[in-house]
């Protein structure tokens, strides 16, 4: 059945068509896309989120088109039928998340080798590949339009990455901090970003299902928000409760309150295969829950519905593995 309703997004079309010679002109045109985050809705379409800085770079991009004997035109327009704006949205959060797990694999790879690292040269050289890694990390942060949830991922092996290579006695020395008890975590408002998917779901049923029943769950922008008294953030930067290395937020979240509960751990493999994409535990559960969860998300653009549709995804989940353990 149509839907009637008129889209609330709007989007920058640029219609193109390249002349077959020279050949370096479509490459080059091609990466100019790619640098800019646009993604192909059709052959010779592309979208960008309608903006005044994509409106320029579409402008730039006309003009080297055209001068490259290309004709080219951009427009803006409204997804009535066929492409929903959810759907849209979805290829750019598939093409940055790309973007994301190749960085964050290369920062895996390279952590594997950084221990036999006897120092001088070779820390040199790891630090002017981890200075790379931030520069892409930080260009593909900048044509994330819609919050791709591969972000964290790639920020906390990046940023483990450069712990290994920063570590010194002083800090294995370091006290460390006491764990918080359950009871520590009750009462506060637990904050977290807007449009969440398997990790933020999850780690919401987490909260209420295990630590605070009556928790509060705010949903904000993820960058630069300054944390009030009393909000624990999850899922975030700088957050209480985040990636950390390449454990997910429901994984540090349930290490850290210390739910030693086996059906929990198989539930924080099957969250880290999806969220991380690294098949790190090969759980076989993990590629039908992530079709519930994307099923979930696009059903419901309210974060509140999602974690609300999301929790009995868990609830069975858990009661499975607990059974299954018996």
């Known amino acids: 059945m149509k839907d009637d309703r008129p889209s609330s997004q709007p989007w920058l079309l640029l219609i193109h068509q390249l002349p077959s010679k020279p050949a370096y002109l479509r490459v080059k045109i091609w990466r100019r896309l790619q640098g800019i985050g646009a993604v192909a809705v059709k052959s010779t379409v592309y979208a960008l989120p309608a903006t005044a800085e994509t409106r320029e770079d579409f402008a730039w991009l006309l003009k080297e088109i055209v001068e490259g004997g290309g004709e080219a035109m951009v427009c803006e327009a409204r997804l009535i039928d066929g492409l929903s704006d959810d759907q849209a949205r979805a290829l750019f959060d598939a093409a940055r998340d790309a973007d994301y797990e190749a960085i964050a694999n290369e920062a895996r790879a390279l952590a594997e080798t950084l221990d036999a690292a006897a120092g001088?040269?070779?820390?040199?050289?790891?630090?002017?590949?981890?200075?790379?890694?931030?520069?892409?990390l930080a260009d593909v942060m900048a044509i994330d339009f819609f919050g791709a949830t591969g972000q964290l991922g790639a920020e906390g092996a990046v940023a483990e990455l450069?712990?290994?290579?920063?570590a010194n006695e002083d800090l294995d020395a370091a006290e460390p901090q006491a764990a918080p008890t359950l009871a520590d975590l009750k009462g506060h408002i637990w904050v977290t970003r807007k449009g969440v998917h398997v990790d933020r779901i999850a780690c919401s049923w987490?909260?209420?299902?295990?630590?605070?029943?009556?928790?509060?769950?705010?949903?904000?922008?993820g960058k630069d928000y300054v944390p009030k008294p009393g909000e624990l953030r999850f899922d975030m930067f700088e957050g209480e409760f985040t990636h950390e290395g390449d454990r997910c937020s429901f994984e540090v979240l349930l290490a850290r309150v210390d739910l030693d509960d086996p059906a929990l751990q198989a539930l924080a493999e099957i969250v880290h295969d999806i969220d991380l994409k690294d098949g790190k535990f090969a759980r076989e559960e993990a590629a039908g829950i992530a079709h519930l969860i994307a099923g979930i998300a696009i059903a419901h653009a309210d974060d509140e519905a999602r974690i609300a549709q999301g929790a009995p995804v868990f609830d069975n989940l858990y009661q499975y593995f607990r059974k299954k353990r018996r």
């Open 206 to 221: 987490l909260i209420r299902r295990f630590i605070d029943s009556d928790a509060v769950i705010r949903f904000v922008p």
């Open 120 to 136: 001088g040269e070779e820390k040199t050289e790891a630090r002017n590949q981890i200075r790379r890694m931030r520069k892409r």
């Open 162 to 166: 450069e712990s290994r290579l920063t």
